[in-house]
């Protein structure tokens, strides 16, 4: 990910403005993402710098991936997702400065032997993906009372996704812009420099 690059492009072509979504990653099994000098703690702090997070309308939703490694059956698992969720929350909210959802998701659909349903898997707590994302995203789209993004997300995403219907949207169209890229040099602890 080249964070120089996406913060030259919004100063340069969307100043004033956010990203309707930003999906922040944590492995579910990662257990040193705590502190200031973890990656995940340096990497919030480059979204803080470069200014992507809407403190207003929160823009953040955490996808927690290789969810089923936290194993066990359905109560254990859900108390470690919880657990690790508050934790990662607090970090969020320190750093970030707003309040994320956070929704679980398998990447190993075929090594788990997970439910299948017309493209849809069940997780161990019976919410199916990737259905929680499409819900979580179409949700803070809709609390954020972002038509516009809800629309292109409808029209992008029109599909059938497991009990739930998306219906069709008026089409509409939006002038893209050519990025000037630039590299990113260095993130430090607790520092980022693009010198």
Not at 55 to 74: C, D, H, Q, R
Request: neutral net charge; proline residues 3%.
């Amino acid at each position: 990910l080249n964070l120089c690059s996406i913060e030259s492009f919004f100063k340069e072509n969307l100043a004033n403005s956010f990203p309707n979504i930003i999906f922040v990653l944590i492995n579910a099994m990662d257990c040193r993402y705590e502190g200031p000098c973890s990656t995940f703690v340096k990497s919030l702090k480059c979204l803080e710098r470069i200014g992507l997070v809407d403190t207003k309308n929160p823009n953040v939703i955490v996808v927690m991936t290789y969810a089923n490694s936290l194993t066990g059956n359905e109560e254990t698992w859900k108390t470690k997702f919880d657990t690790k969720c508050k934790n990662v929350k607090r970090i969020i909210s320190e750093y970030l400065k707003v309040e994320a959802n956070i929704i679980a998701l398998e990447n190993h659909l075929d090594e788990e032997k997970m439910e299948n349903d017309a493209g849809n898997t069940k997780l161990p707590d019976g919410t199916w993906q990737p259905k929680n994302v499409h819900d979580a995203c179409l949700g803070l789209l809709k609390k954020n009372k972002d038509d516009i993004g809800s629309n292109a997300f409808k029209q992008v995403f029109d599909c059938k996704v497991k009990n739930i219907s998306i219906e069709k949207t008026k089409f509409f169209t939006l002038e893209a812009v050519q990025p000037n890229f630039k590299f990113l040099d260095l993130i430090t602890c607790g520092e980022f420099s693009k010198d």
